[in-house]
């Protein structure tokens, strides 16, 4: 059994029992190759995604595809020679990168951000959330609970790494987010606490340390 764990783009990993796949075989979709002769690579089996794979990560025997306008695209590799679709899910746009951590897969859209897929049953996978980020999402990798995107604006020029928590276990139609100013002003939130009460739970944000709370 070969160890190494393929950490390309310093992320998951992408060879599996001397196997290679990826990164992405674009208009040929998944390609999987023998590399026991790392000095001279064999195409073992390949699976023709929908549209242009840009990317793919293993996990056991699943290769998760970033297909552009096709999604993700979850196929079965326990056979090499002959890769099978398990599952799909459709981002909004163009799925471009993806990572996967545990039960979740976190896929890049060009357009849309970050989508959050429950793959517990990859033959059903299932939308846990979306995060859009300021700029174009490049690249994601993800640790945990913990998404790591790599962001670039072109107007103005800029890059930035965003750090996205997924909190799991809430019901989407009986909890929701915001952001306010405190007291109209412009002064920076600099504490927040979670505060229980009756009916539920609110959020409160502070601007003096914790001196003086507000409920958002």
Known sequence: ?????????????????????????????????????????????NYVTPDFAYSVVIAGDLAY????????QIINISNPASPTLVGTYYTANSARDVAVAGNLAFVLDRINGLHVIDVTNPASPTFVG???????PMAVTAAGDR???????YFPSSSSLQIIQVLQHVD???????????????????????????AGVTWEISANDGRDWQAI
């Open 130 to 136: 979306h995060r859009g980020t300021p700029g174009r």
């Open 147 to 153: 998404a790591f995107v790599a962001d670039s604006r």
């Open 1 to 45: 059994r070969h160890e190494d764990q393929g950490k390309a783009k310093g992320k998951q990993e992408r060879i599996h029992n001397d196997r290679a796949a990826g990164p992405g075989a674009g208009q040929w979709g998944l390609q999987i190759l023998n590399i026991i002769n790392p000095a001279s690579p064999t195409l073992v089996g």
């Open 172 to 198: 989407p139609t009986l909890n929701i987010g915001q952001s306010s100013p405190v007291d109209g002003s412009n002064e920076t939130i600099v504490r927040a606490r979670l505060e229980s009460q009756s």
């Open 65 to 72: 595809v970033a297909d552009n306008v096709g999604g993700l």
